[in-house]
Structure formats: C-alpha cells, structure tokens
C-alpha cells in the first residue's frame, strides 16, 4: 500500500531562516500527496497538495515538489515567520485499510 | 461553507464512564473519519464512514465505536473509558473516498480520563 516517510521530531530554527521537512513516499502509481499543518490548539488543515508527478504545491510561501525520481516531496520555505510555528504532517490519500497514521509530524518552531 | 465542527470541545470523564463525540463535516461532504492524538503516539486512524456504512477500520479496540447518519453528521463512542483515552479526537471530513482527495479536520474534542 502506499506510505509515507516523515522524519519526526522538532526542528527549531531562527526568524527568516530557511525550512526543509524531508518526507520520502512509496507508492503504486503516483497518488496525491499533501502536507497538512497543526496550529497550536487547533485541527489540522491542508497545507498544500500535488496531484501528480512533478507536480509542485505552494501555499503561504510553503512549497513541495512531488519529484518521482527521488520519490520526495519534501516541503520548503524560504524565510519562516513566528507565525509558522507549528506541526507539520506529510500524507499520502486517505483511502484503503492502509489508511496513513499521521504520525507525529514535525514540530517546527521558530525564535524571534 | 461552514467547516467541520465537533462538540464538545472539552470533555473530562472518569475512568469506566462512556462518552460520545460528535462531528458535523463540510456541507456535501459524505465521508468522515475519525483520529486519535496523543503526544506518545501521534495521530492515529479510528475508523471512517461513508453514506452512513462505516468503510474502513483502524486498530482500536471495540471498546471505540461510530456511526453516521443520513445528513452524514457523524458520532463516535468510547465505552469504559481508562486513562489511556485520554487524547485529542480529531474528525475529518472530504467530499468523497476518491483518490486525492483532501481531508477536512474539524478543531477537536479534548478529552481528559480522571
């Protein structure tokens, strides 16, 4: 069935810093893929998505790249804010008995 | 469009009680399912319904329960409540079960097990 790979644990990083979350997928085919993210004291919400391969998503500065080559779709952003402090999860389509444990993502939080 | 909403959104219940959550998803939305959070454990998949039949199943004991109803609002019911319950439970919702579909999280029901 169809997987992802985030590597888990905090990364804490300075104010305009630049942010990598590597999350690694294996898969038939080439499913979407999405990073969602978890505010403090909040659900999660879809971050940004791609549909296919070499497809690239991008939401509030946040960017991934579904590359089939390296199978990654590591999520990027060139200068975090405060404000992005937050859980991230990377995840495959919800669908199947091999629906993903989200895991527990990654806690990303960023110094003034 | 309204998002998913849950209630309550804070629960304490004491050890052995039973308690029932509820979620109501995205308007048109016909799939919901159902997550436990827990620092330990991460995010963990209960079970998900879709037209009222509940599709797909994680690995919790029977002691979990759902269901759906018509207008696809969704319930879930933990029975004989231990410590361990104690958790964040997330709902999701997405318009269907079709490939690449995104899923909708509602905020949560925080629920403390004294």
């Known amino acids: 069935g169809n997987s992802v790979t985030q590597m888990e644990g905090p990364v804490t990083l300075s104010e305009e810093a630049f942010l990598t979350i590597n999350c690694t997928y294996t898969?038939?085919?080439?499913?979407?893929l999405f990073w969602y993210v978890q505010y403090p004291g909040e659900g999660l919400q879809l971050l940004l998505k791609?549909?296919?391969?070499?497809d690239k998503g991008s939401n509030k500065g946040f960017e991934a790249t579904y590359r089939k080559e390296t199978t990654s779709f590591h999520l990027e952003k060139g200068s975090v804010q405060v404000s992005d402090s937050a859980v991230y999860f990377c995840a495959p389509p919800p669908y199947g008995n091999n629906r993903l444990a989200f895991g527990k993502g990654n806690q990303v939080v960023v110094i003034p | 469009k309204a998002g998913v909403t849950q209630t309550p959104r804070y629960l304490i219940k004491t050890r052995g009680q039973q308690v029932t959550l509820s979620c109501s998803p995205i308007?048109?939305?016909?799939?919901v399912s159902w997550y436990q959070q827990t620092p330990g454990q991460g995010l963990q998949f209960l079970f998900e319904?879709?037209?009222?039949?509940?599709?797909n199943k994680g690995n919790f004991p029977g002691r979990f329960s759902g269901r759906q109803f018509s207008n696809s609002r969704s319930e879930m019911n933990v029975s004989t409540l231990e410590l361990g319950d104690s958790a964040l439970y997330l709902c999701?919702?997405?318009?269907?079960?079709?490939?690449?579909?995104?899923?909708?999280f509602g905020p949560g029901t925080r629920l403390l097990v004294l």
């Open positions: 898969a038939t085919g080439y499913p979407s």
């Open positions: 999701a919702s997405s318009h269907g079960t079709a490939v690449g579909q995104a899923q909708y």
């Open positions: 791609a549909t296919k391969a070499d």
């Open positions: 319904y879709f037209s009222e039949t509940q599709r």
């Open positions: 308007s048109g939305h016909r799939s």
